[in-house]
């Protein structure tokens, strides 16, 4: 403790309660006198009330409370919540009534973070006081290093109670798709999308999934726009937005509306076989040259690209054409799904044999992945596709006595020997409507090919996966003798818990920490999300042109999150200007001064 006062003196008067003799000061006492009289550390320490100093922090998102409406994220023992932790103790504020204890004033000189453990539930400081004891002018000036402790409070921020609270969202979006089939490739193509960026999740506020897609809540509009948008960066949709009055209030001009936001998925994904109606053009919802023909998806983003099932050898732009989410959805009628890539088989390549007319084939007609470098690994001499006829025979035929010809844009990509996957049309048993749709939707000029090569398979993959086809766990099985009820009972339960398990793993992918199910689904639909998420993490990791390009899809999305993010946090920054104003007089950083 430093003791200062008057100028020194000759004079030495004893201390009015030990008797030590000292310097003459307002209050007559010596310094151990003083520090158990004026302790510093009882008058610092005292909360609001008079009990603890406490500091409140929100149980799920961590953020530590302001304001009675304002909380706010720090990291442990930053200089931010050091002087959230300084404007919490009363005797540091200004508009303290600290006289009644003899104190004139207080001033922080210095303030510092003392080491605690992060599950204690305590903050503690250091901190340099200077306190002025008695009236002026004969007043005596202590300063002494005080420890003080905070206790950290659980509590719920606004936003957290609101999220806990039932229909206190203000905009949802539904996210849904109907397919014929069931396939669920375009809703895991979009839940991987939202589990690789962090920022556009951050504004659910809930989650509940049903039986063709999910429902996401937010707690303002400008969130679920930007979320639908994003989504439809991702993949091809029809977005419809609707909202329904709740309350209002005639005399305030105020009103509470619940928004809900629509966003269908186009059911067409990656290697379908599509049948595109030739009447299609009537209503506007042609698809250029691919309009009474067979097609195949080649590609998704934000559009669709349509690749010709059965091209015709003369240029390889020809064959490719891109169908808009507008188009289709204007003739949705039209574009009907032939084969899903369930159906697809394996074939064995005999031969391939490039089109004459490509631009990167003028001297060689034969196929060979030699020195000519013909066959494309990514690089940028070769294009990736490449018309070309091929034959081809099934590879569960180990004679190869059968085969087939068929003209494909797999050119660049296949050699011979390779294994590839494809629609066999031959063999294939079809319904009485697709078998009608095949008499009246094509145009007269097209020949229905007897197969349609989809897809190269890479090395080591299905094909090993198609050997190995009906190895199963039956062996591991063991009967039980069990009574019906107790059967069924459990039977019951084990459903309840593997349909629990499987939202709750869908939650975990996504970056969720939790969800409700709104019913719908059963075991069928969870083995085939689980086959489908299966078969696109395949997809993403054997094909990097794929990864890459769904990366960038991400990486877009992201960018533009992060710019509407800049707008919001101007427009939060504005609104807590008065807030900062009115508390900026009482910051007790605003009296510490340099050493």
């Not at 419809?240 to 005399?251: A, C, F, G, N, P």
Request: glycine share 8%; proline share 2%; net charge neutral.
């Amino acid at each position: 403790m430093e003791i200062t006062g008057q100028a020194r003196t000759a004079i030495e008067i004893p201390c009015c309660l030990c008797g030590v003799l000292i310097l003459p000061n307002s209050a007559n006492q010596c310094g151990a006198c003083l520090a158990q009289q004026f302790d510093l550390k009882s008058i610092l320490s005292k909360g609001p009330q008079g009990g603890d100093l406490i500091i409140h922090q929100c149980r799920r998102c961590r953020r530590y409370q302001h304001t009675e409406s304002y909380f706010q994220e720090h990291e442990p023992e930053s200089a931010s919540l050091l002087a959230l932790c300084l404007k919490n103790v009363p005797a540091l504020s200004s508009s303290n009534s600290y006289r009644s204890n003899g104190l004139s004033s207080v001033t922080l000189l210095d303030a510092s973070w003392i080491w605690t453990e992060p599950h204690s539930m305590r903050l503690k400081l250091r901190l340099t006081i200077r306190a002025d004891v008695g009236e002026s002018p004969r007043c005596v000036t202590v300063q002494q290093r005080v420890p003080i402790e905070f206790h950290v409070h659980w509590g719920q921020c606004k936003d957290c109670k609101r999220e806990y609270t039932n229909r206190t969202w203000q905009a949802v979006v539904q996210l849904r798709l109907k397919r014929a089939d069931g396939g669920k490739k375009g809703l895991v193509m979009l839940e991987t999308a939202i589990a690789r960026n962090n920022d556009i999740r951050k504004h659910v506020v809930g989650m509940e999934t049903s039986r063709n897609g999910f429902d996401f809540y937010f707690m303002h509009l400008m969130h679920a726009a930007s979320f639908s948008r994003f989504l439809g960066s991702v993949y091809p949709m029809k977005t419809k937005s609707t909202q329904k009055l709740v309350s209002e209030d005639i005399r305030n001009n105020s009103a509470n509306i619940k928004h809900t936001t629509l966003c269908e998925i186009v059911p067409l994904s990656r290697n379908d076989l599509v049948i595109c109606d030739k009447h299609a053009a009537q209503d506007g919802a042609s698809v250029g040259r691919l309009t009474g023909r067979l097609a195949l998806v080649n590609k998704v983003s934000s559009t669709l690209q349509l690749v010709d099932a059965a091209p015709a050898r003369t240029n390889i732009h020809e064959a490719f054409a891109d169908l808009h989410a507008e188009r289709y959805w204007k003739g949705e009628k039209y574009y009907r799904i032939m084969m899903s890539p369930r159906r697809l088989v394996h074939f064995v390549v005999l031969d391939v044999e490039l089109c004459v007319g490509n631009s990167y084939n003028d001297n060689k007609s034969n196929h060979s992945d030699g020195d000519g470098l013909t066959l494309y690994h990514g690089q940028s001499v070769v294009e990736k596709y490449a018309l070309a006829d091929i034959m081809v025979a099934r590879a569960s035929d180990a004679s190869y006595e059968e085969t087939f010809h068929c003209t494909s844009h797999l050119g660049n990509l296949l050699d011979i020997g390779d294994i590839v996957l494809g629609y066999d049309l031959v063999s294939s048993v079809l319904t009485g409507a697709d078998e009608w749709s095949m008499n009246n939707s094509f145009n007269s000029s097209f020949q229905m090919p007897d197969v349609v090569l989809v897809k190269k398979v890479k090395s080591g993959g299905a094909m090993e996966e198609a050997v190995k086809g009906g190895d199963g766990d039956d062996g591991d099985k063991k009967s039980k003798v069990k009574s019906s009820g107790s059967k069924k009972k459990e039977r019951r339960r084990k459903r309840e818990k593997k349909k629990q398990k499987n939202i709750d793993k869908t939650f975990a992918r996504m970056g969720f920490s939790g969800g409700k199910s709104s019913g719908g689904g059963g075991d069928n639909d969870d083995n085939l999300w689980e086959e489908e998420r299966r078969a696109f993490e395949q997809d993403l990791e054997k094909d990097i042109e794929l990864a890459a390009e769904f990366q960038s899809i991400v990486e877009k999305g992201k960018l533009d999150m992060e710019r509407e993010d800049i707008i919001e946090e101007q427009e939060i920054e504005e609104g807590k200007n008065d807030e900062n104003d009115a508390t900026s007089a009482e910051d007790p950083f605003n009296n510490l001064s340099s050493k």
